[in-house]
């Protein structure tokens, strides 16, 4: 793997890919400011990755041998390069010919799109990740870059590579991951198909009880008081170490342990859902006064027309108009007709007069309510439970988008009318609170008190501190989620936070941290759904077809069940030709999920069927290898 880039992002993506995926990584990186030397030299290894490697190793020093399934390979580490720009020569020496993936990810478009092309060129079979900040832009160079590959690719060869490209955006991928902690507190998240996974861990209700199963259960935890080793989760524990997907038998005998399940991100509203409608009904165009006063003078003018049609003797339709023309003062003066005919045209006329104000007040009403259907929406009374969204600009607006996807009931607050996703709250009917959320009085307005969550995503840190402290003050257990730059800052606000207020939920998460496992789950392939840490291990999620799965194909699904390795949890129920290539890509709503995740036991699964299954890392690598091994067989 060659991750290419100027900022944090690029060592966050290096370290996961070194020690969550257990890849050779190299990194290429611009030389410090004020260095002057060769334009491409190797050096040792970045920060971020030694930390981590000093960690693993730190946590992963057998005591004995280790349980079966536990993942105990260590990855190559990261090697660091610096390079001012990755040109032709810079991604020649360091092995783009030979490597498998290449991540891109300055913050220049136009140097990320320069260094696309070339790579495709050095090698037609690699993997792309682009990190793009102009979406429409990006999406285009995927096709060119595709396209490219295609003409260049036996078909093939080109089946048992995925050689796609894939652009990404710091925006699109932090936003699930924000919004999974606004409503659950958690970033360990999985997107598949439309639909936010967590691992959640659950304890049961009594010793000896156990807990409740969710989607799946993932993991048994470690004991935390009868372990000898006094090492909880690393594999000096025993038998009571964390056990990796378990069978049913296990998870029987373990009763009264902990365990970690899979379940769906959903959220109850704690108010009732509101009429989302996007134009003004009747009631909201004219008062209570003015709707009283028109039906009082359609009465009169019905009560007229009854009364001129006995008088005259006139059919009931003649007599309707006949009365109209009098109230709008069109009819001939009844100079020479009888005199009740007289006295109902001038009372008619009077009618008429009351009539008019009537009218312009009712347009004059009607303008209003359509300016004001077009304008921002306050905040209902009695709103509690909603998530308040600090910042409408390029985060806050994806992160505003997912939650209405989820049905959250959002407050927003932005100082900036102008800000990009203002248009967007107005066309979903989000209320919005303008004004500066340092400034006293703003939060209140946004009923932060009664709220659920606090996310501060305005794009100045200090801002999103200080509105979360001041939240603490009026909301004392509000679960607070802060989007932060720095890396150690973000680290150092969240244990001084959780420290102040232990029984409070709070969160700091920084850009870097939160997109890193996106991109790195784009480096490993459109097969890799995400990783969620268990305790000091790791399951991977990914979809695979089975045609070419030795250890699925043909099999039942709980035939395909590795305890400790694999386990089958979804079924793609989409035909293959309309299957997208990417489960993790954003979900168009129109279109209803295709996986099944509640999947009998006894399915037997087919070639043409897609699953998506959680694995250890070994497990993943023997179904790729075999997959590997079963298509070179028959070539």
Request: charged residues 20%; aromatic residues 4%; glycine residues 8%.
């Amino acid at each position: 793997m060659v991750v290419c880039g100027d900022d944090a992002l690029a060592h966050r993506i290096a370290a996961e890919l070194a020690d969550v995926y257990r890849q050779a990584v190299t990194l290429v990186v611009p030389p410090p400011a004020g260095f002057e030397g060769a334009a491409s030299r190797p050096t040792n290894l970045s920060r971020a990755s030694t930390l981590l490697g000093r960690m693993s190793a730190a946590v992963g020093r057998p005591g004995g041998p280790p349980p079966d399934g536990a993942d105990t390979g260590q990855g190559a580490g990261v090697r660091e390069v610096t390079a001012a720009v990755p040109d032709e020569q810079v991604l020649a020496a360091v092995g783009v010919a030979r490597a498998a993936a290449l991540a891109l990810l300055h913050e220049d478009d136009e140097a990320n799109m320069r260094a696309a092309f070339l790579a495709r060129r050095l090698n037609p079979r690699i993997r792309l990740v682009l990190r793009m900040y102009n979406r429409n832009l990006g999406r285009r160079m995927a096709e060119l870059l595709d396209q490219a590959t295609d003409l260049t690719v036996p078909e093939n060869v080109r089946g048992r590579h995925d050689t796609s490209t894939i652009v990404l955006s710091d925006a699109d991928t932090t936003a699930p991951a924000l919004a999974a902690t606004a409503v659950a507190g958690t970033r360990k998240i999985v997107q598949a198909d439309g639909l936010l996974l967590r691992a959640a861990e659950r304890l049961p209700g009594r010793p000896g009880d156990v807990a409740a199963p969710g989607l799946a259960t993932l993991a048994l935890l470690s004991s935390t008081t009868t372990d000898p080793a006094g090492a909880e989760g690393s594999d000096r524990s025993g038998p009571q170490a964390p056990q990796l997907l378990p069978d049913d038998d296990a998870v029987r005998t373990a009763a009264g342990r902990g365990t970690i399940v899979l379940e769906a991100v959903t959220h109850e509203p704690a108010t009732p859902r509101r009429r989302t409608s996007r134009g003004a009904s009747f009631k909201e165009l004219l008062s209570r006064r003015l709707r009283w006063a028109l039906a009082g003078v359609v009465a009169a003018v019905t009560v007229l027309a009854v009364v001129s049609s006995v008088v005259t003797d006139d059919s009931p339709l003649h007599a309707v108009y006949i009365t109209l023309l009098d109230l709008f003062a069109i009819a001939e003066p009844a100079v020479e007709e009888s005199a009740p005919r007289q006295i109902l045209q001038l009372l008619t006329g009077f009618v008429g007069l009351a009539l008019l104000p009537l009218l312009v007040a009712g347009a004059l009403e009607a303008l209003g309510a359509y300016r004001s259907a077009a304008a921002l929406r306050r905040p209902p009374r009695g709103l509690a439970g909603h998530v308040v969204l600090l910042g409408l600009g390029k985060i806050g607006t994806r992160v505003l988008a997912r939650l209405r996807e989820l049905d959250i009931p959002v407050v927003c607050v932005e100082d900036d009318p102008d800000a990009r996703g203002v248009a967007l709250a107005r066309s979903l009917r989000v209320p919005v609170v303008l004004g500066d959320v340092t400034q006293e009085g703003v939060l209140e307005a946004a009923k932060v008190h009664r709220a659920h969550a606090l996310l501060a995503l305005t794009s100045a840190d200090t801002t999103n501190l200080e509105a979360a402290l001041y939240a603490r003050t009026l909301a004392p257990d509000l679960l607070v989620a802060l989007r932060l730059y720095d890396d150690d800052f973000a680290t150092a606000v969240y244990r001084t936070l959780r420290a102040a207020h232990p029984d409070a939920l709070t969160r700091s998460r920084s850009v870097s941290t939160l997109a890193a496992p996106a991109f790195a789950t784009a480096m490993m392939g459109r097969q890799i759904l995400g990783a969620i840490p268990v305790e000091r291990r790791v399951l991977l999620f990914a979809a695979l077809d089975v045609a070419g799965q030795p250890q699925l194909e043909g099999r039942t699904v709980r035939e395909a069940f590795r305890p400790g390795a694999w386990r089958v949890l979804a079924l793609d129920t989409t035909a293959p030709q309309a299957r997208r290539p990417d489960l993790t890509a954003a979900h168009d709503r129109d279109d209803p999920p295709g996986l099944l995740w509640d999947l009998h036991a006894g399915y037997v699964l087919r070639p043409e069927d897609r699953v998506v299954l959680a694995a250890t890392r070994a497990g993943l690598a023997e179904l790729l290898e075999g997959a590997r091994t079963s298509s070179g067989r028959g070539r």
